[in-house]
């Protein structure tokens, strides 16, 4: 899916690469929905419904990544300003599909013709 050339310009190269779907954009999902609270790895798994055996593995990629901050057992959200604009344009574009339907590239170039 392409992305605009604000959000390439903006966002950390290393942030590209979460995907959709994955353990990675479900975590990120759901400490951008809580920014203001830490979690254990416990919590993220429970509300995240990621196995156990993949959770440790995702919070330390997202960590190596820079997207997630870790202080004794508690993980939140990395602080920087990039980081939070791409979480939140993720949970933006999920929420419009949600209400509005996802939009068909196809459909959509036909009415660029």
């Known amino acids: 899916m392409p992305i605009s050339a604000k959000?390439?310009?903006?966002?950390?190269?290393?942030?590209?690469?979460?995907?959709?779907?994955?353990?990675?954009?479900?975590?990120?999902?759901?400490?951008?929905?809580?920014?203001?609270?830490?979690?254990?790895?416990?919590?993220?798994?429970?509300?995240?419904e990621v196995k156990s055996g993949s959770i440790g593995v995702t919070l330390s990629r997202l960590e190596e990544k820079n997207l997630v901050r870790h202080k004794g057992n508690y993980w939140a959200l990395a602080r920087d300003d990039k980081i939070a604009t791409l979480a939140s344009e993720i949970q933006g574009t999920k929420t419009a599909n949600e209400d509005l339907g996802e939009e068909s590239e196809e459909e959509w170039l036909k009415k660029e013709e």
């Open 7 to 48: 959000e390439f310009e903006e966002t950390p190269e290393k942030a590209l690469e979460i995907r959709e779907g994955t353990n990675a954009e479900k975590i990120l999902n759901f400490l951008l929905k809580n920014q203001d609270k830490a979690f254990t790895r416990k919590e993220i798994m429970e509300e995240t």
